[in-house]
Structure formats: structure tokens, C-alpha cells
């Protein structure tokens, strides 16, 4: 159904005003670390991030010679070995990525539920989206399958055009083509991925936990009831939401400068960081939750922001009556 009344604008003071009631009104610490520990649950291993410095080794060609020799008849000495400490390490990867996605797949439901019902709670929250949660994990982890085999194709796409290059030693048409072709799949994998994973977390685990349904159920709604006749409107909410985290990127970077770093550092400190964080977090989640509410009133998920009864009680006048 096409909705013409869609504004990416409004949504944007009713996600402030929710969290600033949520968050600041009757302020209370600890409310604060339970859905601090809910929104670190749901973003667990999609932020942070390290970096290396990697030492460049000098030497002469027949020292490198040398050194590549060495290292390959170690490997032959010891390949069955190196054979099962990689298989190891791969599969506790495996594993440990897996896990993340589990955790985070159930932390989206409590968080959201944290955010809708205004109540810091962990323990019901896990119990009761379970089901919702496994459908969400199952669904990421054979995406992230699929991302995975589409990454593969395309660099090997990428390697059978530069094979000549590659073979003849040289650096020619064969090569750059490799580079554009590679570049463009690869660019265009990328965004699609970044754009499906928005669409998931903003739009289709909000409609699950609404409808209580399978996440195949909710692609269905979101593509044929809300997207199909609305797709304008939905590029302006991320093309909004886009400059609304540039707007509050400045911001963070302005904090790191005014403590000199400090700031950084307790960001970057796992779920404390997430905790300071909150009230930015929590106005993410709100801002597509109050934006699918214009939709009509069955995608209505705070019945009336509590701030704004609160408001309206504390505007009437009181009874002077004797």
C-alpha cells in the first residue's frame, strides 16, 4: 500500500524524545548497564576494530633466497603438522563466529524490546525471543555463506583474467582489466551486503518481533506491503539516516579532541564503551522503529511516548475548586 504522508524527518524528534525519556527521565545507572549490556549483546563483533604495524624486512635477494628455502622445507618437514594446527585454528574461528552471531541474533530482540517497553530486563528478553532469534541466526549465518562464496567467485573471476599477466610476468591490459572487473563485482558485492544488512537489523527485525514470525515471513511483508509502493521513501530514510550519523560522527570525533583521546579510549573499552554510547544507540534502533510507524497503526510499537503523557498531565491545570 502507498503511503504518500511518509516523513523521514518526523521520526527523527520522536527517536530523540523516546530516548531522552527512556534514558534521562528519572535517571537510573543501572537501568543504564542492563540495556547497555542488551545493546552490547546485539552489536557484538560488528564494531571495533585494531590495527598492526608490520615491520618490513630488509635484506639482499639471496639472503630473501635464503630465508624463502628455509621456510619452505620447514614447511615439507612439518606439513601434516601445520595441516592440523591450521584445520584447528580455522574451525575455532568458525566456531567463535558463529557464537557472536548467536549472542548478537538474540541481543537484537532484547535490545529492541528493552527500547519498546522502556524496562531494562535480560533474563525474559532471552527466553522469550528465542525462537525469533534462532530464525534470525540461521538466516545470517547462510547469508554470510553466500557472501562468502560470491567473495570467492569473484576473485577467482579476477585471477583467471590476470592469469596471463600473472604467467608472462608482466603488467598489461590483461591485469588492469582484472583490477576494474574485480573492483566493480567486488564494490557492488559490498554495498549490496551493507544495504541487506541495514534492511535486516532496521526494518525486518523490528516487523519479526512485531508479527512474531519467521524472518521469511517478514522479508515477504516488508518487500510486498511496506517496499513494494514506498521504495522513494525508504532511500530518503537512509540517505537522512546517513547524514544524521555524519552529524553525530563530528560529534564523537569533537569529544575525542576536547578529552584529548580519553574519550576514544572508553569508547573503545568493550560494553563500557557501549554503555557511554546508549543514548546514540538507542536513538539508532528508535528512529527506524518510529519510522515504520507511519505505516499505519498495526506497525505501531509505542503505543504514545510516555514523555509526551507525562508532558500533557503536567501542562493541565489543577483543580482549584474548594
Known amino acids: 500500500m502507498k503511503n504518500n504522508n511518509i516523513s523521514v524527518t518526523k521520526p527523527l524528534q520522536h527517536a530523540f524524545d523516546w530516548t531522552k525519556y527512556v534514558l534521562f527521565e528519572n535517571f537510573d545507572i543501572g537501568k543504564w548497564f542492563i540495556m547497555g549490556f542488551c545493546a552490547w549483546i546485539a552489536f557484538l563483533g560488528e564494531s571495533g576494530g585494531g590495527g598492526a604495524n608490520f615491520n618490513s624486512f630488509r635484506g639482499g635477494r639471496g639472503r630473501k633466497a635464503h630465508s624463502l628455502q628455509n621456510f619452505w622445507n620447514f614447511v ?11 584445520s584447528v585454528i580455522i574451525i575455532i574461528i568458525i566456531l567463535a563466529t558463529l557464537l557472536v552471531q548467536w549472542l548478537s541474533s538474540r541481543g537484537k530482540f532484547m535490545f529492541l524490546d528493552c527500547t519498546v ?16 532469534a534462532n530464525s534470525l541466526f540461521i ?9 562468502f562464496i560470491l567473495f570467492v567467485f569473484v576473485a577467482f573471476i579476477s585471477f583467471v ?7 608472462g610476468k608482466i603488467f598489461s591490459a590483461n591485469a588492469i582489466s582484472s583490477i576494474i572487473v574485480g573492483g566493480t563485482l567486488f564494490f557492488i558485492l559490498i554495498t549490496a551486503t551493507i544495504i541487506i ?18 524472518i521469511l515471513k517478514a522479508i515477504h511483508i516488508f518487500k510486498n506491503d511496506l517496499l513494494a509502493e514506498n521504495v522513494k521513501s525508504f ?45 546514540v544507540i538507542m536513538f539508532k534502533r528508535c528512529y527506524s522503529i518510529f ?32
Not at 538466516?139 to 557472501?147: C, D, P
Not at 544488512?197 to 519467521?214: E, G, H, R, S, T
Open 117 to 132: 517497553k522502556n524496562k531494562a530486563a535480560v533474563k525474559d528478553p532471552w527466553r522469550q525471543f528465542k525462537h525469533l
Open 76 to 86: 615439507i618437514d612439518h606439513f601434516l603438522i601445520i595441516i592440523i594446527v591450521t
Open 235 to 279: 532511500i530518503l530514510f537512509y540517505l537522512m539516516k546517513i547524514l544524521v550519523f555524519i552529524a553525530i560522527g563530528i560529534l564523537v570525533i569533537a569529544a575525542y579532541c576536547l578529552t584529548c583521546c580519553i574519550a576514544c579510549c572508553l569508547f573503545a573499552i568493550p560494553y563500557l564503551g557501549t554503555v557511554i554510547l546508549l543514548p
Open 197 to 214: 544488512q541495514n534492511i535486516l537489523f532496521d526494518f525486518i527485525v523490528p516487523i519479526m518481533y512485531k508479527k512474531n514470525i519467521a
Open 161 to 167: 583474467i590476470a592469469w596471463p599477466d600473472i604467467t
Open 291 to 322: 519510522f515504520l510507524e507511519q505505516f499505519g497503526d498495526e506497525w505501531v510499537f509505542i503505543t504514545k511516548p510516555s514523555c509526551e503523557i507525562v508532558t500533557a498531565n503536567q501542562q493541565q491545570p489543577t483543580d482549584q475548586s474548594p
Open 139 to 147: 538466516f545470517r549465518v547462510l547469508f554470510g555463506l553466500a557472501f
